[in-house]
Structure formats: C-alpha cells, structure tokens
C-alpha cells in the first residue's frame, strides 16, 4: 500500500485529492495538512511515501517545507510531489533544486496523479509532461556551463548521463546501449552519489546545466 500526505491551505483542494487518490486500491491517504510547517511535522509523524506538496501556502511555503523533509535524513523514504497551479519557471526551478522528486499541475487529471504517486513511490521522478521541457530549458538558460563537474566521472557515465538527460527509462537506455537495465541501474546510482543528485530529476537538470543535454532533446513524463 502506498502511503500519502496531503498539504495545502485548501481545505476543498484536500478533500477533492482525498477523494480521487484512494479510488485506487494501492494508496491510501494517512494525514492532511494545511500549512507547510505542519505538513512537515506530520512528515516527521507518519514517514508517508509521498507528500502531495502545495507551493502557495502561509507561513513556510510549500518550497521551503520540500527542503526541509527533502535535507531530513531521517525522512529519506519520503518523496515529494509539488502540486500547485502556478506553472512559472521560477517555481519549477525552485521545486526541483529544493529535491521535490516530482511536478505537476492541479489541473492533472485523476489517473495520471494516481500513475504519479506511484511512480514517485516507485523511486523514480516525474514531471508535467506540459511543463519538463520549459523547466530543463530554464535551468540551461540560467546556468554557466561546468563541464569540470563531470570530470569524476567514468566514459560509460557520462554516456549513461546523457541518455537520463534526455529523460529515457532504464529500459530504453539498456536497449540503446546494448547493456542490460540492472547495469543501467548500477551507474544510475553511481551518478547519483558522484554527483550529489538525490533523483533522476536532478540528474536530467544537471545534464542541461552542465551543456550534455541541449535544449530542444527530446523529453517525456518521465525523467
């Protein structure tokens, strides 16, 4: 069963998400909460597998409460997914860098938040399939290209690097390799500690800062 926390300050929007996420017989739904300091504390309490995360709220915003659970070690089983209306760029940025392993749109429909949390539950990332390519070429746009940040890494990674920039699943990377998808895993991993990157969405905004990946690759949901 894949345990979920609600938080934000829309006691309708809980309710509504409540209601469309335990439709499903694999999750259930264990807190709610209306505020960012709260949903922390409850984070804290529960240990949910997913935070269905607010941005807008009062008091500490729903970017900051990402952070803190996302740099509590003790909550390392939790993953975060940003939800809100708001699709600028600074927020998706901001999202991704404070470790939220997912973004989508509250206009997403209910299967597809459903397929979200289990995703994210899954261990992997995911984004609104409407708004991965903008926030991969912001983060390029903004970033001054260190290619010397990938100097630890090996030939095979930095290949394997590429193929997550441009949001491929292990599957697709092991075919287009000609490796098997639980070596794929192995220097997923390997990245992920060489490079500091808590999630494949990390390491596809990595891709597009360190200049691997161009804006314009192709993309999907998933990264």
Same mark, same amino acid.
């Given at each position: 069963?894949?345990?979920?926390?609600?938080?934000?300050?829309?006691?309708?929007v809980?309710?509504?998400?409540?209601?469309?996420?335990?439709?499903?017989?694999?999750?259930?739904?264990?807190?709610?909460?209306?505020?960012g300091?709260?949903?922390?504390?409850?984070?804290r309490?529960?240990?949910?597998?997913v /935070? $269905?995360?607010?941005?807008?709220?009062?008091? @500490?915003?729903?970017?900051? =409460?990402? +952070?803190?659970i996302? *740099?509590?070690?003790?909550?390392?089983?939790?993953?975060?997914?940003?939800?809100?209306?708001?699709?600028?760029?600074?927020?998706?940025?901001?999202?991704?860098r404070?470790?939220?392993?997912?973004?989508?749109?509250?206009?997403t429909?209910?299967?597809?938040l459903r397929?979200?949390?289990?995703?994210?539950?899954?261990?992997?990332?995911l984004?609104?399939?409407?708004?991965?390519?903008r926030?991969?070429?912001?983060?390029a746009?903004a970033?001054r290209p260190?290619?010397?940040?990938?100097? /630890? $890494?090996?030939?095979?990674e930095?290949?394997? @690097?590429?193929?997550v920039? =441009?949001? +491929?699943?292990?599957i *697709?990377?092991?075919?287009?390799l000609?490796i098997?998808?639980?070596?794929?895993?192995?220097?997923?991993?390997?990245?992920?500690?060489?490079l500091?990157?808590?999630?494949?969405?990390?390491?596809?905004?990595?891709?597009?800062?360190?200049?691997?990946?161009?804006?314009?690759a192709?993309?999907?949901r998933?990264?």
């Amino acid at each position: 069963m894949i345990t979920v926390l609600l938080v934000d300050d829309q006691e309708l929007v809980r309710a509504g998400m409540r209601t469309l996420l335990e439709r499903a017989d694999d999750i259930e739904v264990v807190g709610e909460s209306g505020s960012g300091s709260t949903g922390v504390a409850l984070t804290r309490a529960v240990h949910p597998d997913v /935070v $269905l995360m607010d941005i807008r709220m009062p008091g @500490l915003d729903g970017i900051a =409460a990402t +952070r803190t659970i996302v *740099e509590d070690h003790t909550l390392a089983s939790s993953s975060v997914i940003v939800l809100t209306t708001f699709d600028t760029d600074e927020n998706l940025l901001d999202a991704i860098r404070a470790g939220a392993a997912g973004f989508l749109l509250k206009d997403t429909g209910p299967e597809a938040l459903r397929e979200a949390v289990r995703i994210v539950a899954g261990g992997e990332a995911l984004l609104s399939p409407t708004v991965t390519r903008r926030v991969m070429q912001a983060a390029a746009a903004a970033a001054r290209p260190s290619p010397e940040r990938l100097e /630890v $890494l090996t030939e095979r990674e930095r290949e394997i @690097l590429v193929e997550v920039g =441009a949001a +491929r699943s292990n599957i *697709e990377i092991a075919a287009r390799l000609h490796i098997s998808p639980a070596t794929v895993r192995t220097h997923v991993g390997r990245l992920l500690g060489k490079l500091d990157a808590r999630d494949r969405a990390q390491l596809v905004m990595i891709a597009y800062e360190t200049g691997v990946i161009r804006p314009g690759a192709e993309s999907d949901r998933r990264c």
